[in-house]
Structures are given as C-alpha cells and as structure tokens.
C-alpha cells in the first residue's frame, strides 16, 4: 500500500531526534495528515510517525464517494495527495511504530517508537482503528491461508471465483460490491435479518446479481488443519448447524481501538479516548483525532473535520506556552 509517491518522498524525511517538536502526531490515517497540514500551515513543527503506510484505512477503500467536491477517488490516490501537500509544507515523518508516551515534569511529552525517542511540547493522537477479529480458534494461523480482512488487499487472487463474506455494515458492503465485479459469486452472510450500512450501498448490493445474502448466520468454526478448508455456521433461528466447504472467508465485521498505551495518559470509554469539543483529552496538550476517539461517526470527512478543530486548538495551547 506504500505509494510512489510516498516511496520517494521517504528518502527526503529529515526528522531529528535532538530537537523539541511542536507537535508529534501518532498516526498517519487522514486524521494525522489532516492535523499536519494545519498544524504547518499555522507554522509549526511537526513530526508525523507512521508505522506502516500513510493514508490508513482509507488507503484500503476502493472508491470514496462522500468527500464533498470529488465525485470518486480511490482511497489510496487520496492518501497520495493528503501526504503530497504535507510533504510540500516540508512536514517531518518517519516510518516508526509508536510504542509509549510519557509527560515529562516540564510538560513536554516524550515518545518512543520501535526505533528512536522524540520530544514533543504537544501530541495529536490519530492511530485509528483496527478490523476486529471473529476470536475463533485457528483465526490466527489461518490469516493467509483462506482468511482475509481485507479485501481491496486479497480480492485478486479469487478472480473468477466463488468467495464469503461475513459483516452487514459498510465495509462489508463496500468488500462485497467490489468482489462482485471480478468474483464468479459473492456469499454474504450476516448474523442479524438486515444490514447496518448506508441506504445507498444496501441498494447497490441488492441490485447486483451475483451476491447472494444469507442472513441469521452466525460463525461458529473454521474447519481445516493447515489452512482454511470451511466455514461452519449456526442459523440463530432455526439454531441449526451449517457447513459451507471453501477455502476463502473476507471476515469484515467493525473496528477496534488500540489505545492501550494511552490509559495512564489520558481517559478512555471502551477502549476510545474521550476529548472535549476541542478534541482535547484529560490530559492538557495531548489532543486526539478521528476513528481513535469516542464518536459516534466515523469516515473520512469527520477525520479531516477532528483534525482541524485539534490543530487550531493546539497551536492555541502552544501560543500560551512560554
Ligand atoms: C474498507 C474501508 C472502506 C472505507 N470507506 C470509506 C468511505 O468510502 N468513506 C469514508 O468517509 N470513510 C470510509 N472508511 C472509513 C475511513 O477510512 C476511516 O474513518 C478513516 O480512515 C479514519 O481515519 P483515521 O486517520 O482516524 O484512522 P486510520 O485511517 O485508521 O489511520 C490510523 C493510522 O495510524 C497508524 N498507527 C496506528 N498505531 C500506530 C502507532 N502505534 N504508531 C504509529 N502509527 C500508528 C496506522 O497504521 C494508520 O495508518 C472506510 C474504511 C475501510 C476499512
């Protein structure tokens, strides 16, 4: 998923470790790109760490079509140009993995990554979210050999193919429209009698002939030794078992926080940071952005929107600073 554009402009990166940044921003979905391009654009000094390719889940969408002014947009070209205008504002990134954040008695923050220890006076938390997983036995070991959580990332290698899908919201609605354009059938199953997704993707599905939904179907096993060799379900009405012999399952079924590293910094409801209107958390100069943080809409735009609020507060908060 790492970009050109992005490989070329990663041997430009000119970060230091010796030097006190205004802020450090953890992520680099279009939370954290949003949050560095106000940040410079106030005039600041930014590091941007991400630990594995800039654009984050977006980069993993394979048509946008709810950023108002672009009528569609792979997700991944987005990401592009996001990092091509910070990169332009001359933004300082490295591609680390952040492992823990510490206030020091000063104030500032310092944070430390699987390489290298920064110095920040503010931080922007913007990790985001992970795809939650089903917890079964073997789910691990079967990522790989049949089991995808992504399909933008494996739906190719099942071209003229029969494939399963589990989830009803909109990634799974999104996985299962764009599997239906080069698979040879799309087996969507769902545990509830409906969809929780966007009306207009819903509809699409619906009209789109070879995706067949199954709905009440609850996963209860991967069958198989060494790799995935079937799905076994429980219908939740009938309370009947079903085993689907395959060797593929696009498991896309929500999101999860990882926040962790956070819970001596900051305050957390179910795993997401709580911030004020300010996306300030409860701990003055740390500010958190986009899917990472308790909110009840989670996209692209309300990202972009978190990351403008926090970047004019934090430049306010480093204003008052001596
Ligand atoms: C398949 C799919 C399709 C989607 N389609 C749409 C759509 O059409 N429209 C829409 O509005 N939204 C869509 N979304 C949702 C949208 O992508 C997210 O709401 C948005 O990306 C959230 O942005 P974010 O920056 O908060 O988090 P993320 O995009 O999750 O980015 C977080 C980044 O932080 C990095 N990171 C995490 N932990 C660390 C760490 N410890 N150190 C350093 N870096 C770290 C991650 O690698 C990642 O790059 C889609 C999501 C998916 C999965």
Redesign the pocket.
């Known amino acids: 998923m790492f970009t050109k554009t992005q490989a070329t402009l990663k041997d430009s990166s000119n970060v230091q470790t010796n030097k006190v940044y205004d802020t450090v921003i ?7 790109m949003g949050a560095a391009l106000n940040l410079l654009r106030a005039g600041r000094s930014v590091l941007l ?5 800039f ?4 980069a ?2 394979p048509r ?3 950023i108002p002014g672009t009528i569609s947009i792979s ?1 991944l070209e987005f990401a592009d140009l996001m990092f091509e205008q910070i990169s332009s504002l001359g933004v300082e990134f490295e591609l680390e ?2 492992e823990e954040v510490k206030k020091n008695d000063d104030n500032s923050f310092s944070i430390k990554t699987n390489y290298n220890e920064y110095v920040a006076k503010t931080i922007v938390i ?4 992970t795809h939650r997983k089903m917890n079964l036995p073997k789910e691990e070991e079967f990522v790989g050999k049949g089991i995808s959580f992504c399909a ?1 990332c494996d739906g190719a290698f099942y071209k003229g193919k029969e494939v399963n899908l589990i989830g009803d919201a ?2 799974a609605l ?2 299962a429209l764009l599997l239906s354009k080069y698979c040879l059938r799309v087996n969507m199953f769902t545990l509830f009698d409906k969809f929780f997704g966007d009306k207009v993707l819903v509809d699409r599905l619906l009209e789109t002939e070879n995706i067949f939904i199954r709905h009440n179907m609850n996963l209860v096993e991967y069958l198989g030794e060494d790799k995935l060799e079937g799905l076994k379900f429980q219908n939740t009405e009938t309370k009947e078992f079903i085993e689907i012999p395959t060797d593929n399952v696009f498991i896309a079924i929500g999101q999860v926080p ?1 926040n962790d590293m956070f819970k001596d910094l900051v305050n957390l409801e179910k795993g997401f940071i709580v911030t004020d209107e300010h996306m300030e958390t409860s701990c003055p100069g740390v500010f958190a ?4 943080r308790k909110k009840d809409v ?4 309300t ?1 972009l929107g978190d990351a403008s609020i926090a970047s004019f507060y934090c430049d306010k908060y480093l204003s008052l600073l001596k």
């Open positions: 953890i992520g680099g979905g279009p939370a954290g760490l991400e630990k594995e390719a654009g984050g889940q977006m993993t969408s946008v079509e709810n997700g993995e952040v913007s990790n985001g979210v933008v909109n990634t999104q996985y990882h952005v986009g899917d990472t989670r996209q692209i735009v990202a």
